[in-house]
């Protein structure tokens, strides 16, 4: 930080992205380690951007546990959840502060629970961010729950998701992949679970849809691996060699040249030559809206704001449409110190930019400097559907320029029409 003070966060916390990780495996429900205010902030925050229930779990630390052990409240949550799928349990900011140790705890409940399945991370939510709590808790399942591997399924191809992709964009990666004849495994799977879906199952205890824990079991049978978002390409690759499977990663699947090396990828694994006529009509409009787009990039600026992988995402298509980015993230970024939203708005008071790109608090500030938004992210609440957009492969890059060039268009609506100086003396 470069200020003191966090004034207007732009970060969300390691515990929300390890929580929201484990939304995306059935019948999963995150416990949360620590005081009941925690979890209750998040469960309102992303019940907000999904409209969906949230299945959060608390162990209640109250004054006397943070100060004589919070090992008891773990321990009797446990035991009421025992006939969950799969147990997250995730640390706060003050279980960590009074000393837990996940390591003892996980051995005391193997020996009282034995075929209960727990994955346990240490979250502090005064470090990290949303994207790191997502991953620990990723590369925490896959090690404790996935098995050695006993074949190569020549059809099954794995994608490890970043946070920052939708639920629409996981349903439209599994249409793609099962139009081509594949048989497509997501982990953490947020598309059967979060996309919202009305069902028998709208009051279970834990996650009503998501990847099951059996099929995680046989993720190393995968002939691909395919990591997505740039906070997954470690894991993907630590993955890939340990279960000695083909792999290949893409930060954000909206560029011309990484999605035409992704269909290739997918196209070689169906045995298949050339793009089916469905794939290539999609890829033509593709450029087709390249052009129709690119008059109202020009000299253009946007200001991204959110965490590295959000940041990542967004800047190499942009740039590669000649939109000149700049990047605010509340933690450190590329030398960049953390900033907060005051201190964005300062910047952008001094030198602005055409639009900004980030969640509902992004849009906020937008609104207050009169710039164009484009909203995505956590949470998305002042607007209903952001978990169903769709803006990868060839059809969903195509919506995000049009997306784009409408934020664009619609703030030059509002600007002031330029008079020359001259023209009082022609009258």
């Not at 059935?26 to 949360?32: D, I």
């Not at 509002?414 to 100086?421: D, I």
Request: aromatic share 8%.
């Amino acid at each position: 930080m470069s200020a003191s003070l966090l004034a207007n966060p732009i970060k969300l916390s390691q515990p929300a992205g390890a929580a929201l990780a484990f939304m995306g495996i059935k019948g999963a429900v995150p416990l949360w380690h620590g005081v009941q205010g925690c979890t209750a902030f998040a469960k309102i925050l992303f019940i907000g951007h999904f409209r969906e229930p949230f299945p959060f779990q608390t162990t209640a630390l109250a004054q006397t546990s943070v100060v004589m052990g919070g090992d008891p409240n773990v321990i009797e949550a446990v035991d009421n959840l025992a006939s969950s799928s799969l147990i997250g349990l995730l640390t706060t900011g003050v279980a960590e502060t009074s000393g837990v140790d996940l390591g003892r705890l996980e051995k005391e409940i193997a020996i009282r629970h034995p075929k209960l399945k727990l994955a346990a991370v240490s979250t502090p939510d005064f470090e990290g961010s949303l994207q790191t709590g997502w991953v620990k808790a990723c590369e925490v399942m896959l090690n404790r729950l996935v098995a050695p591997k006993t074949e190569t399924k020549p059809k099954q191809v794995l994608f490890l998701m970043g946070p920052y992709f939708t639920p629409g964009e996981v349903e439209e990666l599994r249409e793609l992949c099962e139009f081509l004849g594949l048989d497509p495994l997501f982990f953490p799977d947020l598309g059967d679970s979060l996309l919202g879906y009305l069902g028998e199952e709208e009051n279970a205890k834990g996650a009503i849809g998501g990847i099951e824990v059996e099929q995680i079991k046989g993720l190393s049978n995968s002939a691909l691996v395919i990591s997505l978002g740039q906070s997954m390409k470690a894991l993907g690759q630590r993955f890939s060699f340990g279960s000695q499977t083909n792999w290949a990663h893409f930060d954000h699947l909206a560029q011309l040249d990484e999605l035409d090396s992704f269909y290739l990828k997918l196209l070689e694994l169906a045995g298949l030559t050339e793009l089916p006529k469905r794939l290539a009509k999609q890829r033509a409009h593709f450029l087709d809206v390249l052009l129709d787009t690119e008059y109202y990039f020009y000299e253009k600026s946007v200001a991204l704001v959110g965490d590295p992988e959000l940041i990542h995402r967004w800047r190499a298509p942009l740039t590669s449409m000649g939109l000149k980015c700049r990047a605010y993230s509340g933690v450190r970024f590329e030398e960049e110190p953390a900033k907060d939203l005051k201190e964005v708005e300062a910047d952008l008071s001094i030198n602005p930019a055409n639009l900004l790109l980030g969640n509902s608090h992004v849009a906020e500030l937008a609104e207050y400097l009169d710039l164009a938004a484009l909203r995505t992210g956590y949470p998305v609440e002042d607007q209903i559907g952001e978990p169903t957009q769709v803006r990868l492969g060839y059809k969903g890059a195509a919506h995000l320029f049009t997306q784009v060039a409408n934020a664009l268009m619609e703030q030059l609506e509002h600007a002031t029409p330029y008079q020359s100086p001259l023209q009082a003396t022609l009258l």
